[in-house]
């Protein structure tokens, strides 16, 4: 099931301006549109994205008004593993290949709501790519806590001391699916997001993306620094960016450099710029450190 084979699709050149286009719903600073254009300059036209109940509902809009010139499959909030699986079957039983099936989804519709229909696709291993850009909160609904939202962080739910548990892990839920590709990205690094998406397109079975998405609405910070924000939290440690095929694990370039503890900025750098983390007490912090420690001693490991 983990055995990766090659696909005969040549990549094809893609203007992104050709798909994404302009005057959509997203607020400033929106990691979205962000990631839709990476995703169109591998993909183009010839994508379906599968769409659960999620802030991408509102930022595409409604037909005939789409923002992407793309198929695009609005569902219900906990069955885009599901449909997408449905779409992909149907695809291949009608003989078409030259159309990737991408499961759009936030981590609500994916840590939380929709896991179920999530681990259901990759156990059956479909042949599609899920991607889960990650704001961490339930941000169109109103910034609650979700299963994604960081230790410390505020959210309308957890208002008083911030969440009191870690982040759920889902691209090492996926690993122990044994999925034959996992990987993170981040809205601040297109070029290594590019490289991976053309790796996991030649890729039989399930693929599936962890997209770190800064929400400047819900994190609190200026709309300006949403790329910054993205990038700081792979510079201190915090989001390590890698690949998982072939049974292996391999560190991404951006993320090398952070093998060694030395080279990480500290993670205050990150923290003070999100008015969600205003209330963290220093003690907090320090839990925060070691969760970055055991983060990155489980990346050495399976290395």
Not at 12 to 33: E, F, H, T
Not at 68 to 81: D, E, I, M, N, T
Not at 237 to 255: A, N
Request: with cysteine; net charge positive.
């Amino acid at each position: 099931m983990g055995e990766s084979k090659p696909r005969p699709r040549p990549p094809l050149p893609y203007n992104m301006r050709d798909v994404v286009l302009p005057g959509d719903a997203a607020c400033p600073g929106c990691p979205i549109p962000m990631g839709w254009k990476v995703l169109s300059a591998v993909f183009g036209e010839k994508m379906i994205l599968v769409i659960p109940a999620s802030c991408s509902s509102v930022v595409v809009g409604a037909y005939p008004g789409n923002s992407l010139k793309a198929s695009v499959v609005h569902v219900a909030f906990a069955s885009a593993g599901a449909v997408a699986s449905g779409i992909t079957e149907a695809l291949r039983r009608r003989g078409i290949n030259d159309v990737q099936v991408i499961a759009w989804a936030g981590d609500g519709g994916t840590a939380d709501i929709g896991m179920a229909s999530l681990s259901g696709a990759a156990e059956r291993n479909h042949d599609y790519i899920y991607i889960m850009y990650d704001n961490e909160a339930y941000m169109n609904t109103g910034i609650q806590r979700s299963s994604s939202t960081p230790y410390g962080a505020w959210t309308t739910t957890t208002p008083i001391i911030g969440k009191t548990e870690h982040k759920k892990d889902v691209a090492k839920i996926m690993i122990a699916h044994g999925v034959p590709y996992v990987a993170t990205a981040s809205v601040a690094y297109p070029h290594d997001f590019y490289a991976k998406l053309q790796r996991a397109r030649r890729i039989r079975g399930f693929k599936f993306f962890h997209l770190h998405a800064p929400c400047p609405v819900g994190w609190r910070f200026d709309p300006k620094y949403t790329a910054r924000i993205a990038r700081l939290a792979v510079e201190t440690g915090l989001w390590i960016l890698y690949e998982y095929y072939d049974g292996k694990l391999r560190l991404s370039g951006p993320s090398r450099p952070y093998l060694d503890p030395s080279k990480r900025k500290p993670v205050e750098e990150y923290l003070k710029l999100q008015g969600r983390f205003k209330r963290l007490t220093p003690e907090k912090i320090e839990e925060i450190k070691k969760y970055v420690k055991w983060n990155w001693e489980w990346v050495k490991r399976h290395m």
